[in-house]
């Protein structure tokens, strides 16, 4: 416990000082497993589709063995609204739309997998972590797939979830996303806060030759998804100070003919 205590007193000096900051937790349980804290969209005409493996045949093929993968769905204000638990066979694949179990709303999820044998893991302290790809599509189009922005969460022996990323006391942390947003009708920023405390977010606008045009403060409570309008304000750049060392959104932009959604 002493050791666990030095471990995250260091870190929030560390992070605090931005003296070689680190973006994860020190956690104490053993975990089983990794997952991003992905974003899904079932309103206003759109869907999201999961499509998942059975990892352990990919990461320790020599073992001929099934994947218990767990499901964990919240909605837009961090309510875990629904638990489903599958099976994968050796090299098994899976996937289904999520407007076939949660239709109209929008959120987080959070997915496992736990392998059977998983001792070949452990002794090289590793853990399986699912970063795959969902994809979005809106009435009935062509899906636009995105894979894991972060790794966000844990599952414990214990079948606790903890949050895995790290965070500061003041908004100290900057991102500029690698694109402009000056090609399309409209654009947004979706954060969705795997931590359990609330984020502060202040996101800057900026023209084409870096003169700021408009700045918007946001709170994204814990497990929460946050969808930020960037609205008419002609801008081409975003700047986004956080007090999560890398607050990374999901940037969503709607064109004439169709939308485009990825991380920056």
Same mark, same amino acid.
């Given at each position: 416990?002493?050791?666990?205590?030095?471990?995250?007193?260091?870190?929030? %000096?560390?992070?605090?000082?931005?003296?070689?900051?680190? =973006?994860?937790?020190?956690?104490?349980?053993?975990?089983?497993?990794?997952?991003?804290?992905?974003?899904?969209?079932?309103?206003?005409?759109?869907?999201?589709?999961?499509?998942?493996?059975?990892?352990?045949?990919?990461?320790?093929?020599? #073992?001929?063995?099934?994947?218990?993968?767990?499901?964990?769905?919240?909605?837009? /204000?961090?309510?875990?609204?629904?638990? !489903?638990?599958?099976?994968? !066979?050796?090299?098994?694949?899976?996937? %289904?739309?999520?407007?076939? @179990?949660?239709?109209?709303?929008? =959120?987080?999820?959070?997915?496992?997998? @736990?392998?059977?044998?998983?001792?070949?893991?452990? *002794?090289?302290?590793?853990?399986?972590?699912?970063? =795959?790809?969902?994809?979005?599509?809106?009435?009935?189009?062509?899906?636009?797939?995105?894979? =894991?922005?972060?790794?966000?969460?844990?599952?414990?022996?214990?079948?606790?979830?903890?949050?895995?990323?790290?965070?500061?006391? #003041?908004?100290?942390?900057?991102?500029?996303?690698?694109?402009? %947003?000056?090609?399309?009708?409209?654009?947004?920023?979706?954060?969705?806060?795997?931590?359990?405390?609330?984020?502060?977010?202040?996101?800057?606008?900026?023209?084409?030759?870096?003169?700021?045009?408009?700045?918007?403060?946001?709170?994204?409570?814990?497990?929460?998804?946050?969808?930020?309008?960037?609205? *008419?304000?002609?801008?081409?750049?975003?700047?986004?100070?956080?007090?999560?060392?890398?607050?990374?959104?999901?940037? %969503? /932009?709607?064109? !004439?003919?169709?939308?485009?959604?990825?991380?920056?």
């Amino acid at each position: 416990m002493s050791s666990l205590f030095s471990n995250k007193l260091s870190l929030f %000096f560390r992070n605090n000082l931005n003296i070689r900051p680190n =973006g994860y937790n020190y956690i104490k349980s053993e975990l089983i497993s990794i997952s991003d804290f992905f974003f899904w969209n079932t309103s206003n005409g759109y869907d999201t589709k999961i499509n998942i493996t059975n990892l352990a045949s990919q990461v320790l093929p020599n #073992i001929n063995q099934s994947c218990d993968v767990d499901f964990f769905f919240y909605d837009a /204000k961090g309510k875990l609204i629904l638990t !489903e638990q599958i099976n994968l !066979e050796h090299f098994q694949s899976y996937n %289904f739309q999520i407007s076939k @179990k949660i239709p109209n709303k929008y =959120g987080s999820l959070a997915i496992f997998h @736990k392998f059977k044998n998983n001792a070949e893991l452990k *002794e090289h302290g590793s853990y399986v972590t699912e970063k =795959g790809y969902l994809g979005y599509n809106y009435n009935g189009g062509p899906w636009n797939y995105v894979h =894991g922005n972060n790794s966000s969460l844990a599952i414990t022996n214990k079948n606790t979830i903890l949050p895995l990323l790290s965070s500061t006391l #003041i908004q100290n942390n900057s991102y500029i996303p690698q694109v402009r %947003f000056d090609d399309c009708n409209n654009s947004s920023l979706i954060f969705n806060n795997p931590l359990n405390k609330n984020l502060k977010t202040t996101i800057e606008l900026f023209d084409k030759n870096w003169i700021k045009v408009d700045t918007i403060k946001v709170i994204t409570e814990s497990m929460n998804t946050n969808i930020i309008s960037l609205g *008419e304000q002609k801008k081409s750049y975003v700047k986004i100070k956080s007090n999560m060392l890398l607050f990374r959104p999901i940037i %969503f /932009k709607k064109y !004439e003919t169709y939308f485009d959604i990825f991380h920056g």
